[in-house]
């Protein structure tokens, strides 16, 4: 069974910093593509980042970019977030997303639990 496991939410001041991980395990890390979505309350699911296989590759939501890094070791299965100059506005549930293939070929998408970050003074 694919797993994704997210860590690393919190509350935070503006201005502060977060590092959110996102474990996975049961497949081949290394061949998903994979991304974070957020959720705010009451609103719909946005995309905010995503990252190539091989990690030379990415792209951000304009609302994150110069603050949000995305990364990932292949090693390790681990998917990562840094977030910098936090915002009232990034509170939200954070999920990671993969997109592979099963091994008979068929593409497969797989989303962690999320994990809840809340920027607030």
């Known amino acids: 069974e694919v797993q994704l496991v997210e860590s690393g939410g919190g509350s935070v001041q503006p201005g502060g910093s977060l590092r959110l991980s996102c474990a996975a395990s049961?497949?081949?890390?290394?061949?998903?593509?994979m991304s974070w979505v957020r959720q705010a309350p009451g609103k719909g699911l946005e995309w905010v980042s995503t990252?190539?296989?091989?990690?030379?590759?990415?792209a951000y939501a304009d609302s994150v970019k110069g603050r949000f890094t995305i990364s990932r070791d292949n090693a390790k299965s681990a998917l990562y977030l840094q977030m910098n100059d936090l915002r009232p506005e990034d509170t939200a549930v954070y999920y990671c997303?993969?997109?592979?293939?099963?091994?008979?070929?068929?593409?497969?998408?797989?989303w962690g639990q999320g994990t809840q970050v809340t920027v607030s003074s």
């Open positions: 049961g497949c081949t890390f290394s061949s998903y593509l």
């Open positions: 990252i190539s296989t091989n990690g030379g590759t990415t």
């Open positions: 997303n993969g997109i592979g293939r099963t091994p008979g070929g068929r593409q497969r998408e797989v």
